[in-house]
């Protein structure tokens, strides 16, 4: 891991966020599952479960200080690796799920909760742009946000997002990710699409990329 005031990004490359308008292909634009299943429509809530290792690559290259908020923790899958790694974490969900509370809309909150600086979350996937927008808006110092590698492309996600807002790093995954659709009773074949992490952190402007093994 690395100290977040010394953060040293191994073989990173600087990018330039450039607005290119690019076409989402017809399955993505209809729907995102992630779970290899798109003949059925998107979970309610876009309840999708994150792998462990969904986590665990944050953790290998992401240092957090003080509490995390989890706000989108389903069913604890991020929140239990964080809890797992000695964190403590602040869990929540619109839906009750069996862990941390439910019934919390982040996008009512007007602050984050105990006083976290850190969120760190798998957000619904049609709520994407509106977490991040409000995340930035409540002022965590550190924000980070697992999203389908394609959530950087679309001419009006940039300008209300990317332009004004550009990620500190992002984190690609170079294995690409099953996420498990809550209501089926094991993982699909998944493995379709890519992921990455996109951080914002307080003081570290510009954006840099780099992947995970
Ligand atoms: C993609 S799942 C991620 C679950 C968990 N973070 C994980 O990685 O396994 C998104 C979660 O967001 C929750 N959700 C949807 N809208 C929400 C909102 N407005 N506020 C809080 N949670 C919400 C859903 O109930 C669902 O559990």
Known sequence: MTDVATFDM??????????????????L????????????????????????????????????????HEPACGDGAISQVLEDCGHTVVSEDLIDRGFGAGGVDFLARTRAPGNCPNLVTN??????DEFA??????????ICLFARLAWLEGAARHKKLWRK???????????RQTLWRGDEPSPGKGG??????????????????????
């Not at 600087?14 to 399955?27: F, G, K, N, Q, T």
């Open 10 to 27: 191994p073989a990173a490359e600087s990018v330039s966020i450039i607005d290119v308008p690019l076409a989402l292909p017809r399955r």
């Open 192 to 213: 379709t699409l890519a992921f990455a992490w996109f951080v914002w952190q307080r003081g570290f402007p510009g954006t840099q990329m780099a992947w995970l093994p």
């Open 29 to 68: 634009a209809q729907g995102m599952s992630g779970t290899g299943n798109r003949a059925k429509p998107r979970e309610k809530h876009d309840f999708y479960r994150s792998p462990p290792s969904v986590a665990q690559g944050l953790l290998s290259v992401e240092r957090f200080m003080g509490p995390i």
């Open 133 to 142: 927008l409000h995340a930035l808006e409540l002022g965590y110092a550190h």
């Open 165 to 175: 807002h550009p990620p500190s790093r992002i984190w690609v995954f170079s294995k």
């Open 123 to 128: 957000p619904p996937f049609a709520l994407a």
